[in-house]
């Protein structure tokens, strides 16, 4: 009739910690993973949820020049 309290709950633990070792993902490797618009004049990198504006206005205040020019591949989200 053993086990108490106390060793089930460190089974329990250890458990707990085998199976989260694998999916425990930093957020920062996320982030750095979702870093994928580019822009072709400075190489800056803007996450994928990126709006046309905040990129607008990178392109018009660092470089002078259009949307189209610095970030040829972007494809605006369609609208819900």
Do not use: W, Y
């Not at 709006?51 to 609208?79: D, G, M, V």
């Amino acid at each position: 009739m053993g086990g108490g309290n106390g060793a089930k709950a460190a089974q329990k633990r250890e458990r707990n910690q085998k199976e989260a070792k694998g999916t425990a993902k930093s957020q920062l490797k996320v982030n750095a993973a979702a870093m994928d618009i580019q822009c072709v004049t400075c190489k800056a990198t803007f996450l994928k949820t990126s709006r046309e504006k905040a990129l607008t206005e990178h392109a018009t205040n660092k470089h002078n020049k259009t949307l189209a020019e610095c970030f040829p591949t972007f494809q605006a989200a369609a609208a819900k």
